[in-house]
């Protein structure tokens, strides 16, 4: 079978707060034949490991590599690399993969009103201003 994850699924896995359900979501992800796992599921996933639990930028940069390499894992392996750069820099996962996709997409300039996402997506080289 080929899946779409959700959000939940993969953090019952990564947290193993419930353990029977941890359970059913290994089962589900070990036994299919591809995981798609969508931009947003991974945002919301490195949001909740974050805020929700503190668990380091690092670690959860372990986790998301982990996910990219798995052999069964369709993934937007560029759009979470450059998601990957940003949080291995202190910068959030979320506006590296927004900058990328936009690029993508034809945006030339990465602009937003926060302040630290602005000087974040300059560091990686890309285009950025700040609305002040």
């Known amino acids: 079978m080929k899946i779409t994850v959700d959000t939940n699924l993969l953090l019952r896995v990564i ?5 029977d359900q941890a359970r059913l ?3 589900a992800l070990s036994s299919a034949s591809l995981v798609a796992i969508p ?3 991974l945002c ?3 949001w909740v490991l974050d805020r929700s639990y503190g668990i380091s930028h ?4 372990l986790v998301l590599e982990s996910l990219l390499n ?4 369709a993934i937007n ?13 202190s910068g959030d996962f979320a506006d590296g993969v927004i900058a990328y996709e936009g690029s993508w997409l034809g945006g030339e300039t990465f602009v937003s009103f926060d302040k630290k996402a602005v000087a974040a997506i300059a560091k990686q080289g890309m285009k950025a201003k700040l609305l002040v």
């Open 25 to 27: 979501a290994e089962e």
């Open 15 to 19: 947290l193993l707060d419930d353990l």
């Open 58 to 61: 690092a670690e959860i940069a």
């Open 77 to 89: 392996k560029a759009a979470v690399g450059a998601g990957l750069a940003m949080l291995k820099t």
């Open 70 to 73: 798995a052999p069964n894992v």
């Open 39 to 41: 931009l947003p599921c």
């Open 44 to 46: 919301e996933v490195v």
